[in-house]
């Protein structure tokens, strides 16, 4: 195959740039001093896109991205050999303050709005990924819809890229999920919560979340894997179940545990791993990054030891 072939795509429609500030103590009102500052780019694509080149993948970064504010993803494409192909749009990226304040345990967000798309940087959008298809077979579609944008966006371009021999991988929520799994993706990865919005109902127990993973493949779904954090993720495609968890043996920072999950799937993928590896290696990339500072996988030897511990069983 090809390495076009074997490139990831990754489509982030609503990247955000995260800042965080420590200040003890902080207060409303006061001038108040910065301990210590961090500016982190990600969004859901960006993530997996960082995820997908710790694991050795090469992967191409599109989606919409604030052409004011643009450096921070920059400098990360440039560390991480991440081809850039976002289109820009005029203003900037959303961002998103944490003020952390270590003396009273507390976290103070103050979220900007983000960029409003317009028809004439929809249609570019369309445009840009349908010209990545040609060459291109892996697509993984990750995170929100910003404003100006439709809900239906997912769905438009799994419609557009159906002709293609594409394969898309879509972690979204709400109505953009709703609205895609019409368009049959290759894989979701709805968390728990979000299968239970889409199906209208509370899933307790493993045959009520299995049933409702059935149905989406019964509706042309190729792969439903529902994350339930320290409870694990079910693997469900036709022919195969599976459930997968291991222990994290700690746990700095729950954030893109999802993503890590996604990128450790579609390698297993790439690398042409039956579903238990797959199921592993998602698993290890999730719990691995529980125990890194940001968004990070462990080394090599620690991530394979973590596999080696995930317990995946068939279920019925
Ligand atoms: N506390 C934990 N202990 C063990 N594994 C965990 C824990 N939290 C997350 N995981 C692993 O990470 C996977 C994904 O976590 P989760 O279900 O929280 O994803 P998510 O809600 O999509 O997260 P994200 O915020 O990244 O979108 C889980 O299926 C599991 O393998
Ligand atoms: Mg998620």
């Known amino acids: 195959m090809s390495d076009s072939a074997q490139t990831v795509v990754t489509v982030t429609l609503n990247p955000a740039i995260d800042q965080t500030a420590s200040i003890p103590n902080f207060t409303a009102g006061a001038v108040n001093r910065v301990e210590s ?3 982190e780019p ?20 599109t989606g919409l991205l604030g052409s004011d504010n643009a450096e921070p993803f920059q400098t990360l494409f440039e560390r991480k050999g991440i081809a850039d192909r ?3 749009v005029p203003g900037a990226t959303r961002v998103n303050v944490k003020i952390v304040d270590p003396a009273r345990d507390e976290v103070t967000d103050v979220n900007f709005p983000g960029l409003d798309a317009g028809q004439a940087v929809y249609e570019e959008l369309l445009t840009r990924i349908e010209a990545l298809s040609h060459e291109h077979r892996w697509f993984v579609c990750a995170g ?20 293609a021999d594409a394969r898309i991988v879509l972690d979204t929520s709400g109505a953009p999920l709703r609205e895609a799994i019409a368009a049959a993706p290759f894989a979701i990865k709805p968390n728990i919560e979000e299968l239970q919005e889409l199906v209208g109902r509370t899933l307790d127990g493993e045959a009520a979340i299995l049933g409702a993973a059935r149905d989406l493949l019964a509706q042309g779904v190729g792969c439903v894997v529902v994350s339930m954090g320290e409870r694990g993720a079910y693997f469900v495609e036709p022919g195969d179940c599976l459930h997968a968890q291991a222990r994290a043996p700690r746990v700095l920072s729950t954030v893109g545990a999802g993503d890590a999950m996604v990128a450790g799937w579609v ?5 042409g791993l039956d579903p238990q590896g797959c199921a592993r ?6 719990v691995g990054t529980l125990g890194q500072p940001g968004l990070k996988l462990p080394p090599q030897q620690e991530l394979e030891r973590i596999g080696e511990g995930v317990a995946v069983r068939a279920v019925a």
């Open 37 to 39: 500052a961090s500016t």
């Open 42 to 61: 990600g969004g859901k694509g960006v993530n997996v896109a960082s995820f997908l080149a710790d694991l050795g993948h090469a992967s191409l970064a």
């Open 86 to 88: 976002f289109v820009r």
């Open 144 to 163: 929100s819809v910003p404003r100006g944008l439709p809900a239906g966006v997912y769905r438009e371009l799994l419609e557009q890229l159906r002709g």
């Open 267 to 271: 390698a297993g993928r790439l690398r």
């Open 281 to 286: 290696l998602a698993t290890a990339c999730s």
